[in-house]
């Protein structure tokens, strides 16, 4: 088992910028590929970015390449989502996703393990 937390969320004005972080406790944390997803009201979640357990392979949406940066510490147990050009529609749920493989996935169904969801809102 893998729980997570995410924290970081809140209201920023569009162009603004949020750093989101997920703490990881329970199994070992480098064991498992990293995903940031998104869920917008009715919307599918939809993935953002992912980092491989190394975290030298990265993914990103076509959406957020160039504004958003992942990262992640097995050190500390911690990965991060830094969101820069933020606009309204990037206003959604923000989701932190463990997947037990070496390297991350598109599809929310190879995630096993999720957070609770930080909420972030972008006014206009």
């Known amino acids: 088992q893998v729980q997570l937390a995410e924290s970081g969320g809140g209201l920023v004005q569009a162009g603004g910028s949020l750093r989101l972080s997920c703490a990881a406790s329970?199994?070992?944390?480098?064991?498992?590929?990293m995903g940031w997803f998104r869920q917008a009201p009715g919307k599918e979640r939809v993935i953002v970015a992912a980092?491989?357990?190394?975290?030298?392979?990265?993914y990103y949406a076509v959406s957020v390449k160039g504004r958003f940066t992942i990262s992640r510490d097995n050190a500390k147990n911690t990965v991060s989502l830094q969101m820069n050009s933020l606009n309204p529609e990037d206003t959604a749920v923000y989701y932190c996703?463990?997947?037990?493989?070496?390297?991350?996935?598109?599809?929310?169904?190879?995630?096993?393990?999720w957070g609770q969801g930080t909420q972030v809102t972008v006014s206009s």
């Open positions: 329970g199994r070992t944390f480098s064991n498992y590929a």
């Open positions: 980092i491989s357990e190394s975290g030298i392979s990265t």
């Open positions: 996703a463990a997947r037990p493989n070496p390297m991350w996935a598109m599809s929310r169904n190879f995630y096993n393990y």
